[in-house]
Structure formats: structure tokens, C-alpha cells
T-cell receptor
Framework: GQSLEQPSEVTAVEGAIVQINCTYQTSGFYGLSWYQQHDGGAPTFLSYNALDGLEETGRFSSFLSRSDSYGYLLLQELQMKDSASYFCAVRVEDSNYQLIWGAGTKLIIKP | KAGVTQTPRYLIKTRGQQVTLSCSPI?????VSWYQQTPGQGLQFLFE???????NKGNFPGRFSGRQFSNSRSEMNVSTLELGDSALYLCASSLSGVPNQPQHFGDGTRLSIL
């Protein structure tokens, strides 16, 4: 079967750095995406990694290791507005590039 | 550029009824995906349409169906509603659904079953 594992909840302090991990077991892999969803809001796209390494976009970075079937989202200089749920999603390398989703990580930020 | 539009935003139905939800993708986007989200749960994939054809399907019963029109607008139908169908239904569009294209989500339709 296809599965993605990510922690259900992570707590961090404002101004700190936090890492949200995602491990996947899929039949084929094309790329790993991250999405952010605030309570009551719609998910919004954050990043996409197809190759090994770190991709940086402002305070957010995303890392991928294809050999370890593992990736993470790194959030720096945490702000209260970063309190949200974060989802990893994998594009599997089948004929239709199906997108498989993790259950999401709720990030709680304390002042 | 207008975003993904879902209608209605809120809907209340009773068990046994059926419901149709609508999604208008971003102009030029041809791939539309539907998801079900319940409180504290992740996104459960329902199906994806591309060029009026269902390209992928999740593990939902046959009561859940959808279609896509030539202008890429999509509808989702749920028949014989059950209490467990109460959820937020999200629609997402992308240009063509190829791997490196992000999905753009609408605000969802919140369906409550009484």
C-alpha cells in the first residue's frame, strides 16, 4: 500500500526553528510537496522537491532524501501566524501521477 | 486572476438525501481534484478529473461520483447521504496535474448531515 507518516502535533516557541518530518512508503516516487492549512482555511502550497537536497523559500525550507524515503519542512524564525496544520504529499510515479497525502501535523506555537 | 470557487459554502441536508457540489477551477486549469476533510483528519482523496475524464479515484463508495465539463468546471454528487458524510469538501485545480504543478484549493463546501 501507499502511506505517509508525519507527527500529529509539534509544539515550538515563537522565534525558534522547527522541523516537521515526513516518511513515505509508496510504489514509485516522483516528488514531495508541502501544504499549509490554517484552521478554517484552505490548504496552500508551500514547496515541491523532486531531487535530493534542500530548497529554501524565505523562512521555509524543504528537504528530500530519496534514498531514505524521507523529507522534512523546516520553519525558521517562527511567528504566531505559522500556527497551522502542515501536510506532506507525494506524487507517485504511476501513469496518472496520483497525489498521496499524509494525515497532517498540527504546529502549535507558544509565545 | 480569480481563484478556485466552490459553491455553496455551507449546506445542510438530512440522511437519505443527495447533494451536488460545484467547483470552478482557476482559468486555464484543466485538472480538478476533490477531497473530503473531517475534523482533525487529513485530506481524503475522492477523485481527479482531467479533460472531462476521471483520471484517479480514491477509496470511496459508489455513492460518491463526479464529473467535469468541457469548460473544466466540475461537480461532485453524493447520493443517499449518511451522517458520516458530514465534512468539508475541498476542490483543487492545477494546470494539468503533472508532478511539479501545485494544487490550488478552494475554500470548500461544509456539508452537515442531520
Amino acid at each position: 500500500g501507499q502511506s505517509l507518516e508525519q507527527p500529529s502535533e509539534v509544539t515550538a516557541v515563537e522565534g525558534a526553528i522547527v522541523q516537521i518530518n515526513c516518511t513515505y512508503q509508496t510504489s514509485g516516487f516522483y516528488g514531495l510537496s508541502w501544504y499549509q492549512q490554517h484552521d478554517g482555511g484552505a490548504p496552500t502550497f508551500l514547496s515541491y522537491n523532486a531531487l535530493d537536497g534542500l530548497e529554501e523559500t524565505g523562512r521555509f525550507s524543504s528537504f528530500l532524501s530519496r534514498s531514505d524515503s524521507y523529507g522534512y519542512l523546516l520553519l525558521q524564525e517562527l511567528q504566531m501566524k505559522d500556527s497551522a496544520s502542515y501536510f506532506c504529499a507525494v506524487r507517485v510515479e504511476d501513469s496518472n501521477y496520483q497525489l498521496i497525502w499524509g494525515a497532517g501535523t498540527k504546529l502549535i506555537i507558544k509565545p | 486572476k480569480a481563484g478556485v470557487t466552490q459553491t455553496p459554502r455551507y449546506l445542510i441536508k438530512t440522511r437519505g438525501q443527495q447533494v451536488t457540489l460545484s467547483c470552478s477551477p482557476i482559468s486555464g486549469h484543466r485538472s480538478v481534484s476533490w477531497y473530503q476533510q473531517t475534523p482533525g483528519q487529513g485530506l481524503q482523496f475522492l477523485f481527479e478529473y482531467f479533460s472531462e475524464t476521471q483520471r484517479n479515484k480514491g477509496n470511496f463508495p459508489g455513492r460518491f461520483s463526479g464529473r467535469q465539463f468541457s469548460n473544466s468546471r466540475s461537480e461532485m454528487n453524493v447520493s443517499t447521504l449518511e451522517l458520516g458524510d458530514s465534512a468539508l469538501y475541498l476542490c483543487a485545480s492545477s494546470l494539468s496535474g503533472v508532478p511539479n504543478q501545485p494544487q490550488h484549493f478552494g475554500d470548500g463546501t461544509r456539508l452537515s448531515i442531520l
